[in-house]
């Protein structure tokens, strides 16, 4: 289950690559603009300020988020990415780290460029840390005999799950796309007792918590915090630096 409040802990340092991926979308006044795994809309909302002239909604496969959105007054409806298609007048489609949980993203991509207009704009952000220590250390505690009935089958992403700015780039220009493609590595600056557990458990722990029990939970938490606290050290301010690679692509349909 995603929870509203402990992803917008980190709204913040969440929020910038939003924002740096949607400036380099130069769509004047479009029509319909689409967020895709929306959240809980605090970014949605500022979509409306860019394009006040526009339609703006979001899609979510969270209830809890949707709700959140929901309470915002936005235009929010749930569903799953994979199931989305473009409406009429659909000219730009933001995605903000999400589509690193659809598998099928690629094809789906190819298939958005298929049913959008002529200079309608696909803006993206995936997440490209998958095989960072805060990843492996998430996989090495789920191998614990410990945690192996409930984790044991666990379906864990790996570092393929996601392109290269380079692969992106090829894909959608193939498909007939004008393509700016890039990464970043955010060096976030965390402070708290237990930093960098706290940001996971908003995002890459959502489903090793729903298959655990609140005991077996706090148990994978004591077990997983040495591991964080090795691979990201505190500085004596208290200040805990998390490195973070995010992967951008904006293609405008020619």
């Not at 910038?16 to 380099?24: C, E, G, H, M």
């Not at 689409?34 to 979001?58: K, M, Y």
């Not at 993206?124 to 960072?132: D, I, K």
């Amino acid at each position: 289950m995603w929870n509203p409040d402990t992803y917008l802990a980190f709204a913040d340092h969440r929020g910038r690559p939003f924002f740096d991926l949607v400036n380099r979308v130069a769509a004047d006044a479009p029509r319909r603009v689409v967020d895709l795994g929306c959240g809980p809309g605090n970014l949605t909302e500022t979509l409306s300020r860019r394009w006040p002239a526009a339609s703006v909604s979001g899609v979510d496969s969270s209830p809890e988020m949707v709700a959140a959105a929901g309470e915002r007054g936005l235009d929010v409806r749930l569903g799953s990415i994979a199931d989305w298609s473009p409406e009429p007048e659909t000219d730009v489609v933001i995605s903000n780290a999400a589509l690193q949980w659809v598998p099928e993203h690629r094809e789906l991509l190819v298939s958005w460029v298929q049913q959008l207009a002529p200079g309608s704009w696909i803006a993206f952000q995936v997440p490209g840390n998958f095989s960072a220590p805060s990843h492996e250390a998430v996989r090495e505690v789920a191998r614990d005999a410990a945690f192996a009935e409930a984790l044991g089958d666990m379906p864990f992403r790996d570092a393929d799950v996601v392109g290269t700015p380079a692969d992106y780039a090829g894909l959608l220009t193939d498909a007939g796309c004008a393509v700016d493609a890039w990464e970043t590595t955010y060096l976030h600056e965390l402070r708290g007792q237990t930093p960098v557990l706290d940001w996971i458990t908003g995002t890459a722990l959502t489903q090793v918590r729903e298959r655990l029990s609140a005991q077996d939970w706090q148990r994978y938490r004591e077990a997983i915090i040495p591991l964080l606290a090795k691979a990201y050290p505190a500085r004596a301010d208290g200040v805990t630096y998390f490195p973070f690679r995010r992967i951008f692509v904006v293609a405008q349909l020619r």
